[in-house]
T-cell receptor
Framework: DGGITQSPKYLFRKEGQNVTLSCEQNLNHDAMYWYRQDPGQGLRLIYYSQIVNDFQKGDIAEGYSVSREKKESFPLTVTSAQKNPTAFYLC????????????FGDGTRLSIL | GESVGLHLPTLSVQEGDNSIINCAYSNSASDYFIWYKQESGKGPQFIIDIRSNMDKRQGQRVTVLLNKTVKHLSLQIAATQPGDSAVYFCAENLKSSGSARQLTFGSGTQLTVLP
């Protein structure tokens, strides 16, 4: 089945550690996105990518980094510079064309040890 | 109702009744709107979308209404079922760059269906 796969579902980070969240899609979508969701709140955009080897900062990019080496993959690294990383992280993708909705994976919950 | 940037926690309805979830958006230049449903521990699921050149769009048991004059969006769910219990988000498209769309999400409305 086509879809977006995020892994792991749960992740724990130690102080000063970088962790990488995986996002893979087999929908042949050009654009991919990373969002952060805090309890009782909406989604905030971290980074997005329109095409391989290109990505742009969203509203809350500080403390995060991404890469887009393949169309199918858009991993997110939460660096030690992100002082409040505990959140639910959601990856999404969308196809080209005007007014195409974003489709989401089932998220990774990151917690601090 | 929900507003992009404001918080409206809950809406409770009886099973079988119709539900109306509201959303106020802030940017009159927004040209595309989406409703998502999010169940606990899962990612948002696309429900229905609407372009700014439309006032109404219907799906299966759902209808979205757009009032651009007052910048208001609503989601109507007919014959609400227990499986409809979830958090519902509206999202507006503020700007588009190439193939990527930057959406702004509201804080969500928790719909609870009572037996």
């Amino acid at each position: 089945d086509g879809g977006i796969t995020q892994s792991p579902k749960y992740l724990f980070r130690k102080e000063g550690q970088n962790v990488t969240l995986s996002c893979e899609q087999n929908l042949n979508h050009d654009a991919m996105y990373w969002y952060r969701q805090d309890p009782g709140q909406g989604l905030r955009l971290i980074y997005y990518s329109q095409i391989v080897n290109d990505f742009q900062k969203g509203d809350i990019a500080e403390g995060y980094s991404v890469s887009r080496e393949k169309k199918e993959s858009f991993p997110l690294t939460v660096t030690s510079a992100q002082k409040n990383p505990t959140a639910f992280y959601l990856c999404a993708s969308s196809t080209k064309g005007f007014n195409q909705p974003q489709h989401f994976g089932d998220g990774t919950r990151l917690s601090i040890l | 109702g929900e507003s992009v940037g404001l918080h409206l926690p809950t809406l409770s309805v009886q099973e079988g009744d119709n539900s109306i979830i509201n959303c106020a958006y802030s940017n009159s230049a927004s040209d595309y709107f989406i409703w998502y449903k999010q169940e606990s521990g899962k990612g948002p699921q696309f429900i229905i979308d609407i372009r700014s050149n439309m006032d109404k769009r219907q799906g299966q048991r759902v209808t979205v209404l757009l009032n651009k004059t007052v910048k208001h969006l609503s989601l109507q769910i007919a014959a609400t079922q227990p499986g409809d219990s979830a958090v519902y988000f509206c999202a507006e498209n503020l700007k588009s760059s190439g193939s990527a769309r930057q959406l702004t999400f509201g804080s969500g409305t928790q719909l609870t269906v009572l037996p």
